[in-house]
T-cell receptor
Framework: KQEVTQIPAALSVPEGENLVLNCSFT??????LQWFRQDPGKGLTSLLL?????REQTSGRLNASLDKSSGRSTLYIAASQPGDSATYLC????????FGTGTSLTVIP | GAGVSQSPSNKVTEKGKDVELRCDPI?????LYWYRQSLGQGLEFLIY????????KSGLPSDRFSAERTGGSVSTLTIQRTQQEDSAVYLC????????????FGQGTRLTVV
């Protein structure tokens, strides 16, 4: 059974710092990996999608990498801003999505 | 529509009543997923549709839960005889055909059973 783990569970950083969120998964037979953002009381907003054949994807200040063979992905956020404060979830897709429990990020002004 | 739409956004119901939650996927998306997020918990898979068929219903927690999808579009999740432990946010997602495609989530329905 696929298990997805995210470390750290919570992170608090001052504004402007670069940071890395980690995601690991146990079964490498995935189609893709998707990073989401969830604001309190809201749904999930898709940030980045990495296909299983890809190594990384970039969108603005966000960069996600994927090492499928080792079962790891990282989300790099450059020059963090208070508006980045949210819970970040990674999900690996087989035919359904398997989610990690998320990293709660607080960026302090 | 522009995104996945779920209704109602909030629902308060009395224990023992039946509720229906609706999901309108993005037009043309053939895959549709229901997930549940309980307070402080991760996302729990409920059911997956490909077109109108549900190849995997294994996540439905009990026989009080059922879901259907008609016309390859709108899906309804029905919970019969609601219990307090059913209180959660129910999230729907859709994606176009093919497991490698990006999934988009709705804003969810917050269900409170009192």
């Amino acid at each position: 059974k696929q298990e997805v783990t995210q470390i750290p569970a919570a992170l608090s950083v001052p504004e402007g710092e670069n940071l890395v969120l980690n995601c690991s998964f146990t079964d490498s037979a995935i189609y893709n990996l998707q990073w989401f953002r969830q604001d309190p009381g809201k749904g999930l907003t898709s940030l980045l999608l990495i296909q299983s054949s890809q190594r990384e994807q970039t969108s603005g200040r966000l960069n996600a990498s994927l090492d499928k063979s080792s079962g790891r992905s990282t989300l790099y956020i450059a020059a963090s801003q208070p508006g980045d404060s949210a819970t970040y979830l990674c999900a690996v897709r087989m035919y359904q999505f398997y989610f990690g429990t998320g990293t709660s990020l607080t960026v302090i002004p | 529509g522009a995104g996945v739409s779920q209704s109602p956004s909030n629902k308060v119901t009395e224990k023992g009543k039946d509720v229906e939650l609706r999901c309108d996927p993005i037009s043309g998306h053939t895959a549709l997923y229901w997930y549940r997020q309980s307070l402080g918990q991760g996302l729990e898979f409920l059911i997956y549709f490909q077109g109108n068929s549900a190849p995997d219903k294994s996540g439905l927690p009990s026989d009080r839960f059922s879901a259907e999808r008609t016309g390859g579009s709108v899906s309804t999740l029905t919970i019969q005889r609601t219990q307090q432990e059913d209180s959660a946010v129910y999230l729907c997602a859709s994606s176009s055909q093919g497991a490698g495609t990006e999934a988009f989530f709705g804003q969810g329905t917050r269900l409170t059973v009192v």
